[in-house]
């Protein structure tokens, strides 16, 4: 039996498909239209001896590689951040970089993501929109404390603004007809982010419960149902993190830098891992801070030596190092291991 490898360097409308023998051949090489249809005639010639096809993680990557899984072949999802070619290379192209995953599955050296189950995709897309709502209706409550706090020099809580039966913005921007209608706009942005936020907790909850390992995540403090939820789905089985480590640095929460020599020789790649772990896991710092004695009391002595934002990433860091391991051993948080 030959053995080929095949690669797509993936595009919104086209991918180039590259495929290899053994010995680095070039066996196929050509650009297709996204269309499944067209993709499968094209590989059905090759289909017996491909021992693996690569599909780089791109923005738009579930349906290339479902369509793949679904027909039987062996898919590989290629982690971008881990697969930069030589810089000094003078010429690349898009055929390049289809023979160059190719050429990493060959020598079974390709950095690889994880292919998330396509049945759970669906609901942790959900709770993604829902992130994506709470950070606008976040900005949009900001805006409106500002203009309450510039207008009048009053300082008004997030709650107070979210209050529903109570007006707590109209009496301080009544005075004048045009900042009444900011705060009015405002409020009623707010309060319709709200409601689309809660349709989107009610049906995720209803479509799905929390799996009986990640149950005692709602032990540690910040994390409640929406929060757990979401860290269940980004991470997926926990065994894909060796150390805890290999987690925190996933959800963004350890530092970006390059150093020799014990020199700083610059930074690193501060967005390389997963943006909705990172956000989840600041939401949890913030609501801990707030809420649990013990979190207040190690953000307070972060902040005293450092500023607020240091402390913030502290304790974010923290409840992620606390979440591995209540994950990992299925055990109860204990506030004394944590901030002991």
């Known amino acids: 039996m030959k053995k080929l490898y095949g690669a797509f360097d993936l595009h919104s409308s086209n991918n180039v498909l590259g495929i290899i023998d053994e010995e680095d051949s070039r066996v196929y090489r050509k650009r297709l239209p996204n269309q499944p249809e067209t993709i499968l005639a094209e590989l059905a010639p090759y289909r017996e001896d491909l021992v693996g096809v690569v599909v780089e993680s791109t923005f738009n990557w579930y349906w290339l590689v479902d369509l793949l899984v679904e027909e039987g072949f062996r898919v590989h999802l290629a982690n971008p951040s881990g697969i930069q070619k030589y810089k000094g290379l003078k010429y690349s192209d898009d055929n390049h970089d289809a023979f160059w995953l190719a050429h990493l599955l060959r020598l079974e050296i390709l950095p690889e993501g994880y292919i998330y189950p396509k049945e759970e ?26 203009i309450i706090h510039r207008n009048s020099g009053v300082q008004i809580s997030a709650d107070k603004i979210k209050a529903i039966k109570i007006d707590h913005v109209g009496p301080y921007l009544n005075s004048q007809e045009e900042l009444a209608l900011s705060g009015t706009v405002s409020k009623e942005s707010i309060d319709y982010l709200g409601r689309q936020i809660r349709k989107i907790e009610n049906v995720v909850l209803d479509r799905i419960t929390l799996k009986e390992r990640y149950c005692c995540l709602l032990t540690i403090p910040g994390i409640g ?78 902040a005293a030596r450092k500023n607020f934002m240091v402390a913030h990433s502290a304790l974010a860091h923290k409840l992620t190092r606390a979440a591995y391991y209540v994950m990992r051993d299925q055990v109860a948080f204990d506030p004394h291991k944590l901030f002991a």
Request: with cysteine; aromatic share 8%.
């Open 121 to 146: 995709r669906a609901v942790r897309d959900l709770l993604r929109k829902r992130s994506h709502l709470v950070k606008l209706r976040t900005s949009l409550i900001n805006s409106l404390q500002g």
């Open 225 to 302: 149902k929406i929060l757990a939820l979401t860290i269940m789905l980004e991470c997926g089985p926990i065994e894909r993190f060796q150390h805890v480590g290999n987690l925190a640095s996933y959800c963004r929460k350890v530092p970006c830098q390059w150093t020799s020599n014990d020199k700083k020789k610059g930074a690193g790649n501060k967005k390389n891992g997963n943006k909705y772990l990172a956000w989840a896991f600041s939401e949890a710092a913030e609501l801990a801070r707030r809420f649990d004695e013990d979190a207040r009391a190690f953000y307070n002595r972060k």
